[in-house]
């Protein structure tokens, strides 16, 4: 069967809230911060459990997400020792017989910035999030990449960079989508640094278009 590796990343130090935002949504044994991971997303959906299977085995790492789709499956693993978490992750392209590079480059689809957010918009946002809160006056920042699993490492990356609230990760499906909040400045940092990284990362190129608001 042929495999298409859509996201490929490894996380040398998971932060904080990244790793508790993990934990509050996995079904598998929960990351703590600073340990390493590594993040896999393929289609079809279904080959993610015997790429599951070779990760564990090839190495000590421990399992925060398996989610499989009929089109696209994720598995996250990961370790205290950031070699165990490479291990994982090169035991699984060796099975693929795919490089790092093969993976897709992630696109950016939309990227909003909503400046002082209403006390209304706030609490609909808060009722269907899994992570911090907005609140009232914050600067919220939207984004939406393809494939998803590289929202994981955009929320990660904001916040080594910025002092920012990671309000929702949506890291599976068709597309990721990330919603961070904070005061202006911090924010506008994290989404500029966010944004050169996941361009910064090489990979197959799967089109081009970036709605900026």
Known sequence: MNIDLRTYVFLDSLQLQNASFIATVS?????VGFQACCIIEIAPGIEINRL????LKATAVTPGLQIVERAYGLLEVHSDRQGDARTAGEAVLRELG????????PRILT???????SDHHAQLINKVRH???????????VLEVEPAGYAY????EAEKTARVNIVEVLGFGAFGRV???GD???VIEARKTVEARLQGLTGRTIGAGTQRI
């Open 179 to 181: 919603y961070i909040s």
């Open 184 to 186: 202006e400045a911090e």
């Open 153 to 156: 490492y955009a929320a990660n």
């Open 52 to 55: 599951t299977d070779i990760a």
């Open 131 to 141: 992570g911090n809160m907005v609140l009232r006056g914050d600067t919220l920042y």
């Open 98 to 105: 795919l490089k790092e590079e093969d993976r897709l480059k």
């Open 27 to 31: 079904k598998g044994y929960y990351p």
């Open 111 to 117: 990227s909003q910035l909503i400046k002082n957010v």
